[in-house]
């Protein structure tokens, strides 16, 4: 599925493991206080990239702000109000099961889709299991965000969140109920407003070098779970019916998002830790709610001249599969199976920060972030992650 060099014998513990314990001891004062939707799955990822990003234009000046995805790690200052518009694009292709990556007509030729049919066989009626016969290829995703941060104190700052939501996939169908003969492909496409988030960042600690920050925020259900595409069956037929859990623009779930981050600074060179989960509290009306993710972060970022600072940035995440189910998502395709969500990953993302100053008006910045997966072990079949751009325009007064 992807352009980047997938690293199977990688374990996830390596990267997830030392972040996490970052988080906790890079400051004596840090305190421990959730993922898209979806990719994590894409609902969760919307999350990610939300909100509360000012860093180097609030009046500390605590330095180069972090990559453009990690718009939650920080504060404005006192008085502060921030507007901000973050799109991403995603591209997800080629299917998993754990670490390898399987063909479509192998999905359709060897994995049961838990149903079954019956047909002759020496004389008599015998009832044989169904292989999945709808197989995704690829999937298209936008995530528009616009967001605002108010900052009440120096150290505490409230936000709000909202999206728009783009979600394309396109389907191989397989004819029949056996055999690898391809009898067409199907495309269907959502979109709408996804779920919106309200919550608060707090700087438990910062110093001249050093700062800690903690956030608690709640998303609310603002996306749609009930949207609808058109799929190519089997049996050569178009059918009209409810679109799969990850082409949803919303989760459906009030969930809680706690987030820790910790971030530092000298000279020309900046880093950071982070952790975030996005936890649902109830299922949703439909009778299902997204697993539990969680994220963990690591950056290191380097001035190259006033206003322009690069980054690196790696994030490992877990997120479990859906509990429970839609009775109207069904059918021959393993996204219509809740079983087939969450696993593991490992991204590497490079981005770039231009500053305001060189436009005259330094309270703005704009940042662009993009990169892939270097190691993924999902819960398949199911598509993979492929490559990810994120670009983020922010500006304070």
Known sequence: MTPFQNYSNMPFKIL????????????????????????????????????????????????????????????????QFMLGYTPTFMNMSGNYIGRSKVSASEIATTVPSGQTHSMMMNGKMTTMPTMLRIVPDSMDVQMHMFNAMYGVTENLTIMAMTSYVVKSMSMTTFKGMMGSTVLGTSSGTTDGLGDSMVGLNYRVYHDAMNSVVAGL???????????????????????????????????????LVPSLAYSGHLGRWSWGLAYRGVYPIDNNSEGYRWGALS???????YTLFPNITTTLHVVGSTQDRIHGSDAQIYGLSQNANPLYYGGQKVRLLGGLEIGGGLWGYPKSSISVEAGGPIYQNLNG???GESWQVTVSGRVMF
Request: hydrophobic share 40%.
């Open 16 to 79: 997830a493991t030392p972040l996490a314990l970052g988080v906790l001891l890079s400051s004596p004062m840090a305190k421990a206080s959730d993922d898209p939707p979806m990719m994590a799955s894409m609902n969760h990822a919307a999350m990610e990239h939300g909100a509360n990003h000012g860093a180097g234009m609030d009046a500390t000046d605590m330095g180069p702000p972090p990559p453009a995805s990690l718009n939650w790690t920080t504060v404005a200052g006192a008085g």
């Open 217 to 255: 925020n709640l998303t609310l259900p603002t996306g749609s779970i009930t949207r609808q595409i058109t799929m190519l069956s089997p049996m050569a037929v178009y059918m009209f019916m409810r679109a799969p859990y990850g082409m949803e623009t919303g989760s459906g779930s009030v969930s």
């Open 295 to 301: 994220e963990f972060h690591g950056w290191g970022g």
């Open 381 to 383: 079949p199911q598509l």
